[in-house]
Every structure is written in C-alpha cells, then in structure tokens.
Nanobody
Framework: QVHLVESGGGLAQAGDSLRLSCAAA????????FGWFRQAPGKEREFVAA??????????NYADSVKGRFAISRDVATNTVYLQMTNLKTEDTAVYYC?????????????????WGQGTQVTVSS
C-alpha cells in the first residue's frame, strides 16, 4: 500500500510561482514513478509531469502545456516529490493530484498509476 499526501496548493496570481509537495509513504523499491495530474472543473484529469527511476537512472516527462514552466523533482531523504510551478497562468487552475506506479516508465496515462493522493487546489487569478 502506498499513501500519498499533497500540499502546497492555494491562491496565486498570473505570473506567480507555487510549489506543490507530495509526501510518499512507500517501501524502498528499485523501479517506480511519481506523476502529477490535474483536473479542472468540467474537464477530465490530465497529465502534468512525471519522474521515474529505473536501474540506469531517473527520467522526467512533461505535458507540452507546462514545459519550461513546471519542474518535477524528488527529495530522496524525505521521500517527497515536488512540482515547482512558475509563470502560472489562469488555465493552470485545477485540483492537482500526486500519483504513484510500481514501474519506472514516466507515462502520461492516468490509468497506469496505481495510487493517488487526495488532491490540492491551485487557483490562479488574472
């Protein structure tokens, strides 16, 4: 069982920055990946970013809409995954979810992730 808890959401203005955190309670394993997804009102949950580890190292993947603005990272010591969001836009407004899969592939398919957090709201005003 994997337990994920997101935090760091809130109100921001366009152009501001926010950092989301995902505290993960997971047993040490060799290959796994974390993803960030978001869901705006009336829309489907969409991929934002992912970071994964395999034997040869780590890799990341980003949605085109956030490339160059968002960065995903992980603090190994605390087993916390971060999503640093810069130059926020009103269209970034959504509930952001952290997800986990027992595989290092940084896929964008939400159905491939086995565990999910409860979500944290991000609201960006103009």
């Amino acid at each position: 069982q994997v337990h994920l808890v997101e935090s760091g959401g809130g109100l921001a203005q366009a152009g501001d920055s926010l950092r989301l955190s995902c505290a993960a309670a997971v047993h040490p394993i060799f290959t796994y990946a974390f993803g960030w997804f978001r869901q705006a009102p009336g829309k489907e949950r969409e991929f934002v970013a992912a970071i994964g580890w395999i034997w040869t190292g780590s890799r990341t993947n980003y949605a085109d809409s956030v490339k160059g603005r968002f960065a995903i990272s992980r603090d190994v010591a605390t087993n916390t995954v971060y999503l640093q969001m810069t130059n926020l836009k009103t269209e970034d407004t959504a509930v952001y979810y952290c997800a986990f899969r027992y595989d290092g592939a940084v896929v964008a398919d939400r159905g491939s992730y086995e565990y999910w957090g409860q979500g944290t709201q991000v609201t960006v005003s103009s």
